[in-house]
T-cell receptor, first 115, second 114 residues
Framework: QQQVKQSPQSLIVQKGGISIINCAYE??????FPWYQQFPGKGPALLIA?????SEKKEGRFTISFNKSAKQFSLHIMDSQPGDSATYFC??????????????FGKGTLLTVNP | NAGVTQTPKFQVLKTGQSMTLQCAQD?????MSWYRQDPGMGLRLIHY???????DQGEVPNGYNVSRSTTEDFPLRLLSAAPSHTSVYFC?????????????FGQGTRLTVV
């Protein structure tokens, strides 16, 4: 049972364009939704995260949109740059009691930003 | 500040061999976890620990065991290697607490079982 579904698998965007990656979850106990960025040969690194008490969170060019009723959340990268080329993972965890160590990940999206 | 350190970075094992993947963190984090990353599968939780002496199974624990004798170290032991254990393994740590606390990942160990 895949608890966090991520799409698309791969995405090619031109420099300056908008990259959009979508995720959907099933477990209503999830209440912490981070996005991780991974470059080849490196471990994932936290990019941005959101709790369900807000519908949007923005940090620089990166924005998470969250729809609790639809159980969906998405990452928007504005003004995409070649340096943003990486694999992006959405994740979710039941944060109640601090259990953010039990992350459930989507399968990842390989983003390529062409110059 | 080293963060999360994993050793070795690469390892080749023969079927049936055992080995221990090492993970150490210097951030005094209570929580530590092991994930495996396979192509098209994302990262899947193997085992986790909420503090020294406390461990539990994640999504894919078969064939692995863990121990947590200190806050800093969380080794993952592969009991009898099989080709299905070929993967990239990541250790992560995070501090206890509510809110959007970050999980810090190591650089990974690429394991090949032949």
């Amino acid at each position: 049972q895949q608890q966090v579904k991520q799409s698309p698998q791969s995405l090619i965007v031109q420099k300056g364009g908008i990259s959009i990656i979508n995720c959907a979850y099933e477990n209503t106990a999830f209440d912490y939704f981070p996005w991780y960025q991974q470059f080849p040969g490196k471990g994932p690194a936290l990019l941005i995260a959101i709790r369900p008490d807000v519908s949007e969170k923005k940090e620089g060019r990166f924005t998470i949109s969250f729809n609790k009723s639809a159980k969906q959340f998405s990452l928007h990268i504005m003004d995409s740059q070649p340096g943003d080329s990486a694999t992006y993972f959405c994740a979710a965890s039941p944060n109640s009691g601090g259990s953010n160590y039990k992350l459930t990940f989507g399968k990842g999206t390989l983003l390529t930003v062409n110059p | 500040n080293a963060g999360v350190t994993q050793t070795p970075k690469f390892q080749v094992l023969k079927t049936g061999q055992s080995m221990t993947l090492q993970c150490a963190q210097d951030m005094n984090h209570e929580y530590m976890s092991w994930y495996r990353q396979d192509p098209g599968m994302g990262l899947r939780l193997i085992h986790y620990s909420v503090g020294a002496g406390i461990t539990d199974q994640g999504e894919v624990p078969n064939g692995y065991n863990v121990s947590r004798s200190t806050t800093e170290d969380f080794p993952l032991r592969l009991l009898s290697a099989a080709p299905s254990h070929t993967s990239v393994y990541f250790c992560a740590s995070s501090r206890q607490g509510l809110g959007t606390t970050e999980a810090f990942f190591g650089q990974g160990t690429r394991l090949t079982v032949v």
